[in-house]
Nanobody
Framework: QVRLVESGGGSVQAGGSLTLSCVAS????????MAWFRQAPGKERSGVAF???????WYADSVKGRFTISQDNAKKMMYLQMNNLKPEDTAMYYC???????????????WGQGTQVTVSS
């Protein structure tokens, strides 16, 4: 059983920064694909950033150049550094893990409880 716990959400003004953290337990992080997803009110959950295969990363076009995903396998931690935040980044952010086809959203079957990010204009 994989357990994921996010932290670091909050409220910021546009242009500000936040760093989200995700701690994973009871599994070898290097064996799993890891990702951040988000879901805004009235919208479907969508992938924000993926990290896998010892450092390969993928970003949604809307966050490229502003967000950075990273992980510390020794600490079983994953991070999402978010810079130049925009009101449209407002959403619940979820940490996710899975095994298999890492670039495919359907791969992710372990989820954290989410952390809220609110960006005001």
């Amino acid at each position: 059983q994989v357990r994921l716990v996010e932290s670091g959400g909050g409220s910021v003004q546009a242009g500000g920064s936040l760093t989200l953290s995700c701690v994973a337990s009871e599994y070898r992080q290097s064996e799993y694909c890891m990702a951040w997803f988000r879901q805004a009110p009235g919208k479907e959950r969508s992938g924000v950033a993926f990290i896998y295969d010892e450092g390969w990363t993928w970003y949604a076009d809307s966050v490229k150049g502003r967000f950075t995903i990273s992980q510390d396998n020794a600490k079983k931690m994953m991070y999402l550094q978010m810079n130049n935040l925009k009101p449209e980044d407002t959403a619940m952010y979820y940490c996710a893990a899975g095994r298999g086809d890492c670039p495919a959203p359907r791969t992710y079957n372990f989820w954290g409880q989410g952390t809220q990010v609110t960006v005001s204009s």
